[in-house]
C-alpha cells in the first residue's frame, strides 16, 4: 500500500460511465474512489458495512433511506450497515467511499 497520495491526482471520468478505485483494501476497512460521469446513476443498494462517503468534488443527489442529500465538495454522509441508498450525478462527481 503507498503510504501517500493526492486523491485530486487519482480522478478522472469516463465518458458516461462510472470508475472506481481501490485506494485501501484490508480485511479491516475499504476505501475507494468513486468517478460518475454527468448523468449517471447508481440504482438502490445496500452498504455491506458502516462507513461513510466523502465528496471531493462535483455536483449530485445521493439518496439515502429516502432522503436527498445534495452532494457537493465536503459534503460526509455516515452510512449504518445495510443502509438502502442510490445516486446520480448532475456533474462529473468524485467521491471517497470508507467501509470498516
Known amino acids: ?19 472506481s478505485k481501490d485506494i485501501i483494501r484490508t ?3 475499504n476505501v475507494s474512489l468513486f468517478c460518475m460521469s454527468e448523468g449517471t446513476e ?3 443498494h445496500r452498504t455491506t ?10 455536483d449530485g443527489i445521493f439518496n439515502l433511506e429516502g432522503k436527498e442529500i445534495r452532494m457537493s465538495p465536503g459534503v ?6 445495510n443502509a438502502l441508498h442510490s445516486l446520480k450525478s ?3 462527481t468524485a467521491f471517497l467511499l470508507v467501509l470498516a
Open 76 to 81: 460526509f454522509i455516515p452510512l449504518k450497515e
Open 27 to 29: 480485511d479491516k476497512i
Open 49 to 58: 458495512k458502516e462507513g461513510f462517503v466523502y465528496v471531493v468534488e462535483g
Open 1 to 19: 500500500m503507498k503510504e501517500d497520495f493526492n486523491i485530486a491526482e487519482l480522478i478522472e471520468y469516463s465518458k458516461g460511465g462510472i470508475l
Open 42 to 44: 447508481i440504482s438502490d
Open 90 to 92: 448532475i456533474k462529473n
